[in-house]
């Protein structure tokens, strides 16, 4: 088939020059710009990537105005109905859906994986009980690579599939224990009896003086949220991951990047924002004060949990958030909750109000899974480390694919140079 191609002219009469144009499977196509710099001797300029796929990966697609999410080419609705939160890891990480055997083998070698080195939790007692929960998650995760030296070179296959199963096993562990060390309690090891989520829970709500017993709707909830986290192509902390990545850093370290960019209220810590806000609105008569202030962006006051950069409807993760927040309320009698009234009532509000209808500004996932958080007594500073719990699966999935790309090179953006020309030094004692 014959090469397509999009030619870029200019107006002050430089030659035209052509770029090839690629097709992936769905979604828009791109222009091949890598050869502009060498035959123009212009950059392109897009700060925000507004316009820039960074990477090929068939790992996540995204139809924004769709709304449509499909991990490896399947609904995201589908599998968060259909399967645990290890299958769609094993999913989002292999590329296919495991059989019985695979699964099996999977659950068994990331269960195994779920201890940390006991040294690890030493690092804690470096931080202050009120430390941020991703201050302490930024620190504790890179300094993973402290101690699993053994699994960190990152031209072997076998290395880089060790570290994968280490991160997603001990994140739960390592988020757990933060949390402990928070509300001053001891960390629980974990138990391999558990399922993943399970595990979790336990490490988080038991303690060594009762059995604790996890709710299955609540686990079930706990494990739908992970699954609806669990990748989203190539968004900020994805990007640092794969940045890190790509100048040969551990993954220890990139993931450890990667959290730290998912911390920010515009990304992954919207959903802390969320719970921040509703708890400044109070009361459903003061949704049309807060409002006005968003749309006169008052004070750089914003709608948290709404707006995103790929979505321009309905995220579907949002969607399925809210019907499990509906689950988890019903099922620990709280459907009276003032919060999920204050939500809903800010969300049909929203929805219904110009300034947002015309700037597309939908949910996200982040406006309902604070209400699910909150109603579990978790602390609102933990939400965004739970996200990150669940990232890892794909931050890790996205940095193998990156490893193993073939046109993988060091990120490396150029600039637009606004600054000062070439001058003069100018010795202390003659400057103005
Ligand atoms: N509330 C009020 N106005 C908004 C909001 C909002 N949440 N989001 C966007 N806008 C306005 C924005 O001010 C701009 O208005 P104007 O055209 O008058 O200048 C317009 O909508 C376009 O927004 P933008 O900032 O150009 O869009 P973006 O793609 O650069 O930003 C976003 C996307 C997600 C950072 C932004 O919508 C936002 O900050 N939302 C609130 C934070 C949030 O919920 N983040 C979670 C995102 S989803 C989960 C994740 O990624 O972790």
């Not at 035959?39 to 990966?57: L, V």
Request: glycine content about 8%; charged content about 25%; aromatic content about 10%.
């Amino acid at each position: 088939m014959k090469e397509k191609l999009a030619t870029l002219s200019f107006s002050d009469g430089s030659p035209s020059v052509d770029f090839p144009v690629l097709g992936g499977t769905i979604g828009p196509e791109v222009i091949d710009v890598r050869s502009l710099y060498g035959k123009t001797g212009k950059f392109t300029y897009d700060p925000g990537f507004m316009s820039t796929a960074s990477c090929r990966s068939n790992i996540t697609y995204i139809d924004g105005d769709q709304g449509i999410l499909l991990y490896r080419g399947f609904p995201i609705e589908q599998l968060a109905e259909k399967c645990d939160f290890l299958e769609v890891a094993y999913l989002i990480l292999n590329g296919e859906l495991p059989n019985k055997e695979q699964k099996l083998e999977f659950d068994g070698i990331v269960t195994r994986h779920s201890m940390v080195h006991e040294q690890l939790s030493r690092f804690y007692s470096g931080f202050r009980r009120d430390a941020h929960p991703m201050a302490v998650m930024c620190g504790v995760v890179g300094a993973l690579s402290a101690f699993y030296h053994d699994s960190i070179n990152i031209y072997d296959e076998r290395s880089r599939d060790i570290s994968a199963f280490r991160l997603i096993a001990k994140l739960p562990t390592i988020t757990a224990m933060t949390y402990k060390y928070n509300m001053g309690q001891p960390f629980m090891y974990p138990k391999n009896k558990l399922s993943y989520t399970d595990n979790f829970l336990y490490m988080m709500f038991g303690t060594p003086c009762e059995e604790y017993v996890p709710n299955p709707v609540i686990s079930r909830a706990i494990d739908r949220i992970l699954i609806l986290h669990a990748d989203h192509e190539q968004n900020a902390s994805t990007s640092t991951v794969r940045l890190a990545g790509s100048t040969g850093a551990n993954p220890f370290a990139c993931i450890s990047a990667g959290i730290a960019s998912l911390w920010g209220p515009a990304h992954g810590g919207a959903n802390e924002a969320v719970l921040k806000m509703l708890d400044e609105i109070g009361d459903i008569k003061n949704i049309p004060a807060f409002i006005k202030r968003v749309k006169e962006k008052d004070g750089h006051a914003m709608l948290m949990g709404f707006g995103h950069r790929v979505y321009k409807n309905y995220d579907p993760r949002a969607k399925l958030i809210q019907k499990t927040c509906h689950e988890v309320l019903e099922e620990l009698d709280m459907k009276d909750n003032k919060l999920i009234k204050l939500a809903m009532e800010l969300e049909r509000i929203a929805l219904s109000d110009d300034y947002f209808i015309k700037r597309k500004l939908y949910p996200n996932v982040d406006f309902y899974s604070g209400i699910v958080y909150k109603a579990l007594g978790i602390p609102v500073s933990m939400y965004t480390a739970i996200f990150a719990l669940a990232r890892t699966v794909g931050w890790i999935a996205q940095w193998k694919e990156l490893i193993a790309d073939p046109e993988q090179k060091i990120g490396r953006p150029r600039q637009l140079f606004t600054g000062a020309t070439p001058r003069d030094f100018v010795p202390i004692g003659k400057r103005k």
